[in-house]
Nanobody
Framework: QVQLKESGGGLVQAGGSLRLSCAVS????????LGWFRQVPGKEREFVAG???????VYAEPVKGRFAIALDAAKNTVYLQMHSLKPEDTAVYYC????????????WGQGTQVTVSS
């Protein structure tokens, strides 16, 4: 069983930066595929960024060049560094984990709110 706990959300002005953290317990982060997702009320949850094999990353088009996902193996934590934030980045951000052979993410955190004011 894998447990995930996000932190670091908050209110920021457009153009600002935030770093989200996701503390992982139950498995070593380097053995998992980890992802960040976000959801706005009334809309489907969408993929933001993912990291696998410890260092390979993938990003959704709207965040490319602005967001960066990274692991800290010593802290067993995955981060999402967000720069040049826009009002449309406002959402609840979720951390998720799966084994590489899984098609879906079975483990999710509780989410952290990010609000970007214009």
């Amino acid at each position: 069983q894998v447990q995930l706990k996000e932190s670091g959300g908050g209110l920021v002005q457009a153009g600002g930066s935030l770093r989200l953290s996701c503390a992982v317990s139950g498995r070593t982060v380097s053995t998992l595929v980890l992802g960040w997702f976000r959801q706005v009320p009334g809309k489907e949850r969408e993929f933001v960024a993912g990291i696998y094999d410890g260092a390979d990353t993938v990003y959704a088009e709207p965040v490319k060049g602005r967001f960066a996902i990274a692991l800290d193996a010593a802290k067993n934590t995955v981060y999402l560094q967000m720069h040049s934030l826009k009002p449309e980045d406002t959402a609840v951000y979720y951390c998720a984990a799966k084994w590489r052979d899984n098609s879906d993410f079975p483990w999710w955190g509780q989410g952290t709110q990010v609000t970007v004011s214009s």
